[in-house]
């Protein structure tokens, strides 16, 4: 009788999976940390002067990455909260290494870009630029980290608890490092400037002052112009409308701030900004009277100059001492120019604070916004808003020089009314395109060098009252021409 065929030797047990430890990624990862913790060190202190502009060229970059690693992070510890409650439930899933990976990179690649933007210059002796510095330069150390260890996770479980422990550690950091560098760029007070009195409660902040009587208001006091302050009434509002965007806590060019009368007086690296009774030997109005083309000019091209009244306002208080308690009462004489000055001012402080506000969140109309569209399709690269929360428009036919006639030109006619810069240099057109600008009452920059225009177009220049840079360079005008455009009331460049 057959008997049954007995198996030799049991199945072979499965070959469990092998998995590659993770040692050339751990290595590079140190290496990569290394290398961020150096650098500080070996660059030393911040000195803009001495930065080539490639520095600068990519230093700017840094507030267009900077937002990649944030996403990217964000959107794993989704994928890891996630991954905790189907753990609960008895499931277990992994987030993959390469979003940790990008994520990592990303944030090397942002952090030194904002190296760069930091030695760049205009952030020297700031604190809270510098602790910006160091909490990017942890989330992107702590970055790599998590890195590592995730990568050693996915070799062994029993790391799992750590990484994540330490993944969320990185997420503080990185709100941390965040609100500081926001911060920088709003100002400490941009979540909570419009927050209501309850949540402002909550965090320990004064409550809004409210006119009229009542809890938390006051009476607004109105006080007569010879009873201002003439520093902190008249002057500190033209330093934070013109000069504080770059000379503020937040940021202190050249080691310069003007937002505090202290902080005036003790001036920047350059020594005294100000000369209590020599507006002359100020340096702020020796820069402020420079040429606008020249690199030291103050404010630098693309902000808001001073208006001509506003310069008469800062020279009387500098020549009268730079005290910061007088009244305008307690000035003396007045000189006629400064009267006139002192009549284009809005009626008390909190008028000037307000225009300000007003001109920072004032933005395009959806009219003005379809005709800007429609003009870009057409023309690319000629027209754009000079903010984004602007309702001003700058022109220039860089890209269609020898293209741009008066038939073209008046294709943007439209826009005219809030034309504040046009650059026609170098273009086809005549006398009869600059005819047409006398729709652009609020043009303050305008060059027309290297094209045909003649004497014939000087009457219409002459119209334009805000008209503070003029070039006619190449050009047909004459002396005679020339000796016309002395009626401009606000002209400070003109380039023949």
């Known amino acids: 009788m057959d008997q049954p065929i007995q198996e030799s030797a049991a199945a072979p047990a499965p070959v469990p999976d092998q998995k590659k430890r993770p040692w050339a990624l751990t290595v590079f990862g140190l290496a990569a940390i290394g290398g961020l913790v150096a650098m500080p060190f070996l660059a030393g202190p911040p000195d803009g002067d001495k930065m080539p502009d490639m520095v600068r060229f990519l230093g700017h970059f840094h507030p267009v990455l900077l937002h990649l690693p944030i996403g990217v992070f964000s959107l794993i510890a989704l994928q890891e909260t996630g991954a905790i409650f189907l753990r609960k439930r008895g499931e277990r899933r992994e987030t993959p290494l390469f979003p940790m990976f990008f994520g990592a990179l990303s944030c090397i690649v942002a952090v030194i870009a904002g190296f760069l933007l930091y030695h760049g210059g205009g952030y020297e002796g700031n604190e809270l630029a510098e602790r910006h510095l160091w909490g990017g330069l942890a989330f992107a150390v702590a970055s790599v980290l998590v890195l590592i260890v995730k990568a050693w996770t996915l070799f062994s479980a ?197 225009e300000v506000a007003a001109k920072k969140t004032a933005g395009p109309s959806d009219d003005l916004k379809l005709k800007l569209a429609e003009l870009q399709k057409e023309f690319p690269n000629a027209v754009r808003l000079e903010a984004l929360q602007s309702s001003n428009v700058i022109f220039t036919a860089v890209s269609m020089k020898k293209s741009l006639d008066d038939a073209t030109f008046a294709k943007f006619s439209p826009l005219f009314p809030q034309l504040v810069e046009a650059d026609l240099s170098g273009t086809i057109i005549t006398d009869a395109s600059v005819a047409k600008l006398s729709a652009a009452p609020e043009l303050k920059k305008l060059r027309l060098a290297e094209t045909a225009i003649t004497d014939a177009s000087i009457d219409t220049l002459v119209k334009l009252g805000k008209l503070e840079s003029l070039n006619l360079y190449g050009t047909k005008v004459t002396n005679a021409g020339v000796l016309k455009l002395a009626a401009l009331p606000e002209l400070k460049s003109l380039y023949l």
């Open 158 to 354: 029993a790391n799992q608890a750590f990484y994540r422990l330490l993944f969320f550690s990185n997420m503080g950091i990185m709100s941390f490092a965040s609100h500081d560098g926001a911060s920088i760029t709003h100002g400490s007070d941009y979540l909570t400037s419009f927050a209501p009195d309850p949540i402002r409660k909550l965090l320990g902040l004064p409550v809004k002052n409210k006119k009229g009587t009542g809890e938390g208001g006051t009476e607004e006091k109105v006080v007569s112009p010879e009873q201002k302050v003439v520093y902190a009434d008249i002057i500190a509002p033209i330093f934070e409308n013109r000069c504080n965007q770059c000379h503020k806590e937040e940021k202190s060019k050249g080691k310069l701030r003007m937002d505090t009368y202290d902080m005036l007086i003790k001036g920047g690296k350059e020594g005294p900004s100000i000369e209590p009774g020599s507006a002359e030997k100020s340096n702020i109005i020796v820069r402020m009277s420079l040429p606008l083309d020249e690199d030291e000019h103050m404010p630098p091209d693309g902000k808001p100059e001073p208006e001509p009244h506003e310069v008469v306002l800062i020279k009387w208080w500098l020549d009268g001492g730079a005290d910061p308690k007088k009244t305008v009462g307690e000035m003396g004489e007045i000189p006629a120019p400064v009267k006139e000055a002192l009549a284009k001012l809005p009626s008390n402080h909190s008028a000037v604070m307000e």
